[in-house]
């Protein structure tokens, strides 16, 4: 019989996959002796089982529960639901992966009118147990029947004023007591039943409430943008309560190990005497620094140091913890691998490496790629920032810079970046419900919250900027306003925020682009040190690929010549071309184009200084280009010497019902030879005369023709292509050799691949082509529906951004094994969006590719997984 249910004293660190991250580390504190608040956890696959038997907990089940509970009992000498002398426990999840904003944590389970009296009597202290019955309401509420947080709090607010004070401290035992009635008489005119009084179904109720979060909108959004799959589940943690709310000498924190915004080695968090737990993370009360606890309580202060070394030793890491004094006795409820920004995370895996903590390979692991996004973006201008006045300052919570529009909430962020504008959003305080808003702000900034409020921690992991906590700032939400500095903003007005020093501007501060050094540069030297798959770019501009190259690109995987006339003033001959209807015309216009691209050409293979540059031929979706404006046309016609009439017939004429499976790619090529004699001159002919300037450097151009889905496809090309060159060679005296490619993007390529290898020297994956018509998914449509795939729980993630490895992924294997079994020295890369993305570099590793080739401010994060990938297949 499977065991769903588990002591601490059962568990250790090794069972993360079963009893989640918090679970795991729970037993793992217990078994190193710490003081941890016994209890057990409910498994990971207790979850998957509820879901399996339709959202209920089995009796089976919900008896090892209560079998559990029975133990609690003998090892706390409390008894749940005992009037005389009650166990009262907190109720949390903990999935394997941390997932902050999942759920929150529900305290003080096992309350209710009885025992909240005997509460009181028997401890002499009313207020604490009518503080802990009037949460207790509010949380298994809010989070186990959805009624919202605010109704309650606006109780609270009423109460307030109707007292005449501002804090929730100075609420007395009467307050409370009223307000505990108040929440219930609440509960029952939003739920239609009273609240439940017996505890066995509060814990149920909580428990189901803890699975049931795995599958909210929130955590499922989360989950996609981590890599985290769907059927791991979550477990439950039951927990004895001890409580901060006890009076002065009792309360709650967090800290960290290590500063999770620089890195820096120092003890960090926040503490509040007499609260418990969510008043921390809430923001409600600012908290004290974790250093003033050494005045308030010495004693608790130094173990609790103690308890943080011992930790940090143990897990080789920077820890996160959560501690609760009652009545001056401390007690461990959470340590876990904290979360950190991305400079932090570099700068960490350095010092641990340089104290012998850990390897350098456990330190390229230890670090998240698609974290690094974040010090790939643009900084303040350094003379920009200097000459501005800052006009507030909050706490400098997630680092970067950000500058944009203001707006209030987060429907508004999430309307404005659909429309392409930049927001920073204003907030009095986050909450889960915002993180959708926050991900499409460039920044993030409260009135109120410490450096673990919510907004501060999530946007940490999501790396944007976030300054929190800024008091200063008088803020009217419903109205759409703020003052700060005596200034009266409005939505849409500019301001920009530093994520590290906590200082807010007035108006837009300029950015600059980042730079790899410092701490960046010593791991993306460890992980070249230890990656065996090179990194490509796609780059079309010389600009970009210098970029690139700055950024550790060892090459070209794709330059898109039809993305260079998207200029204006290139664009002209290049419409010139499409709209010619005889061989003439064409010839007229590619004579045009041809020196523009050979220039284009010699400064790629400048940029690149002799890495290998792989150019492709023509494939325009031939619609993005035609003209449409009314000017367009007319110019057109001028210099085509036609009337308006037929050009604008020419057009109709190229109108296609499908253009992503339309006139493209090599079919081009077929159908017009002479663009690819174009081609190929230009690309050769740059060649030779860089080649001249520099003869030391290997300069093989790689020549990749398109949408190829039949060999005698490829072979019509590739004879135009060696027959233009070889002559050009001949001529120039010169000894360049050049290599003729093509893309593996279309199915029929992948299954006859080894009769496209006898022609082909080289394959690169165009997964974009290759996931659109394996899955038969238009790629400019799919995004219109696979929200209804997420939501009925067919995909996890979109096929576009992570590679389907049981599909796509399957005839990448199969093309590879049937090209390299004719020719074995085939070197095979990928150039789709995938070729940026940490897990499906990780499997281009695996399939034991050449290089990835990604857009070039993925290149470091390309270089870091596939450093992690060769590590974890050694
Ligand atoms: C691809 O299809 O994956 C590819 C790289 O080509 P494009 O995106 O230009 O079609
Ligand atoms: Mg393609």
Known sequence: MTKYVYLFTEGNAGMRNLLGGKGANLAEMTGLGLPVPQGFTISTEACTQYYEDGKQINSAIQAEIMENIKKMEEITGKKFGDDENPLLVSVRSGARASMPGMMDTILNLGLNEKVVEVMAKKSGNARWAYDCYRRFIQMYSDVVMEVGKKYFEELIDKM??????????????????????????????????????????????????????????????????????????????????????????????????????????????????????????????????????????????????????????????????????????????????????????????????????????????????????????????????????????????????????????????????????????????????????????????????????????????????????????????????????????????????????????????????????????????????????????????????????????????????????????????????????????????????????QADFEALYEALEGYPVTIRFLDPPLHEFVPTEEADIELLAKTQGKSVDTIKSIINSLHEFNPMMGHRGCRLAVTYPEIARMQTKAIIKAAINVKKNHPDWDLVPEIMIPLICEIKELKVVKNVVVSTADELIKNAGIDLKYEVGTMIEIPRAALTADEIATEAQFFCFGTNDLTQMTYGFSRDDAGKFLNAYYYSKIFESDPFARLDQNGVGKLMSMAIKLGKGVRPDLHVGICGEHGGDPTSVEFCNTLGLTYVSCSPFRVPIARLAAAQAAIKQK
Request: glycine content about 8%.
């Open 160 to 597: 307030k004023i109707e007292k005449g004070i501002t804090q929730d401290v100075d609420l007395t035992a009467d307050d409370l007591k009223t307000l505990a009635g108040q929440f219930k008489a609440e509960y029952r005119l939003k739920i239609g039943e009273d609240f439940p009084s017996d505890p066995v179904d509060q814990l149920m109720g909580a428990i189901k409430a803890v699975f049931r979060s795995w599958d909210n909108p929130r955590a499922n959004v989360y989950r996609r943008d981590n890599d985290i799959p769907y059927s791991w589940g979550t477990a439950v943690n039951v927990q004895m309560m001890a409580f901060g709310n006890l009076g002065e000498t009792s309360g709650t924190g967090v800290a960290f190990t290590r500063d999770p915004a620089t890195g820096e080695k120092k003890l960090m968090g926040e503490f509040l005497m007499n609260a418990q737990g969510e008043d921390v993370v809430a923001g409600v009360r600012t908290p004290q620094k974790i250093d003033q606890l050494k005045e308030v309580m010495p004693e608790v202060y130094n173990q609790f140091v103690e308890i943080c070394n011992t930790l940090e030793n143990h897990y080789h890491d920077m820890q996160d913890m959560e501690f609760t004094i009652e009545d001056k006795k401390l007690y461990m409820l959470q340590t876990r691998n904290g979360k950190r920004t991305a400079q932090a995370a570099l700068k960490i895996a350095c010092d641990l490496v340089d104290e012998g903590m850990i390897t350098e390979e456990q330190a390229v692991l230890m670090i998240e790629p698609r974290n690094l996004d974040t010090l790939l973006h643009p900084q303040f201008d350094i003379a920009a920032l200097k000459a501005a006045k800052a006009i507030g300052k909050g706490l400098g919570a997630s680092p970067g810079a950000a500058c944009g529009s203001i707006v209030f909430s987060a429907e508004d962020a999430e309307k404005a970046k659909a429309q392409g504008k930049k927001v920073v959003l204003v907030r009095l305080e986050t909450s889960p419900e915002d993180i959708t808003g926050m991900k499409a702000a460039q920044g993030i900034l409260t009135v109120r919250g410490g450096m673990t409020s919510h907004a501060a921690v999530v946007a940490r992991g999501m790396g944007t900027c976030c300054v929190s906590g800024c008091s200063e700032i008088a803020m009217d939400e419903a109205n759409k306003t703020f003052t700060l500095a005596g200034k009266k903003f409005v939505e849409g007005d500019s301001i920009s925020i530093d994520g590290s020093t906590g200082n807010i501007y007035d108006g837009i501060i300029p950015t600059v682009d980042a730079t790899i050094a410092g701490e960046f540069g010593r791991i993306m030297g460890l992980a070249d040190k230890f990656r065996t798959m090179k990194v490509r770019t796609n780059a079309d501009t010389p600009r970009d690929a210098k970029k690139a190259r700055e950024l550790g690109a060892e090459g070209i995987g794709l330059c898109r010549t039809e993305h260079m006339f998207f200029e204006a003033d290139r664009i002209a001959a290049f419409r010139e071309m499409i709209c010619a209807d005889t061989i003439e015309e064409r010839e007229a216009a590619l004579s045009k184009i041809e020196p523009v691209q």
